[in-house]
């Protein structure tokens, strides 16, 4: 199990595109062309995410830091 949110919601990501490939791949699941390209774009945002929550904060603090409201999450 992860330790924290932040890992356990990545590495929930990671597991629903990776059922959703599967199942298109057997044809359990169609995926429109369109659909595709977002499952790809989805899978590329995880996969540059950085493992630590902190250094997430970090890079989005300057640009978002004012959109939501750091103490309701217990982040301040």
Not at 34 to 47: F, G, M, N, T
């Amino acid at each position: 199990m992860k330790a924290d949110p932040y890992e356990r919601t990545v590495a929930a990501g990671k597991a629903a595109v990776d059922i959703l490939r599967r199942g298109h791949r057997a044809d359990r699941r169609k995926l429109t062309r369109r659909e595709a390209v977002w499952l790809d774009l989805i899978d590329h945002a995880l996969s540059e995410l950085p493992d630590d929550w902190r250094e997430l904060m970090a890079a989005v603090e300057p640009q978002y830091g004012g959109a939501y409201d750091k103490r309701s999450y217990g982040l301040a």
